[in-house]
Each structure stands twice: as structure tokens, then as C-alpha cells.
């Protein structure tokens, strides 16, 4: 989602972006750019559709130092 314009000089983003990574799952080493200003869902959904039963997965963020945060997987116990 990031685009050449999006980064600075420094080969980093510009600060008017956040970066959201996703631990575990199907979208694991993913990333996400978004505007800095730009509201951020708490829990975002993911649905797998194959030949099988739909498999669904849900992300929950987590803020870190920076800009940006982690979206972890949800342990369904």
C-alpha cells in the first residue's frame, strides 16, 4: 500500500504515515501503511475462502512505540 511518494529522503516513511504490522496467521510479515491522521480500527477480520469452510481471523492492534502498531492475532481459546 505504500507508494514511492511515501517515503523520504532517508529511504524511511515521512512521518505523516503509521505502519501496522500483522503477527501470526495468514497475513503474518504483512504490513500496512495508513495516513498518520487516518482513524485505525481496534480489530480488523480476515476471511479465508477456499474449497473448504470458510476460515475467519481476527487481528487485534496493539499500540507500539512510534508510529503505527501491531495487529495481533486473536488466541480463540
Avoid: C, F
Avoid at 498518520?36 to 480500527?41: D, H, I
Avoid at 481496534?42 to 492492534?61: E, F, Q
Amino acid at each position: 500500500m505504500t507508494t514511492d511518494g511515501d517515503q523520504n529522503d532517508a529511504g524511511g516513511l515521512d512521518e505523516s504515515h503509521d505502519v501496522y504490522w500483522y503477527v501470526g496467521g495468514p497475513l503474518d510479515g504483512r504490513t500496512e501503511t495508513r495516513p498518520a491522521e487516518a482513524e485505525v480500527p481496534a480489530t480488523i477480520r480476515h476471511v479465508h475462502l477456499h474449497d473448504g469452510p470458510k476460515i475467519v481471523h481476527h487481528y487485534d492492534l496493539h499500540e507500539v512505540a512510534g508510529h503505527g502498531g501491531e495487529y495481533r492475532l486473536r488466541d480463540d481459546d
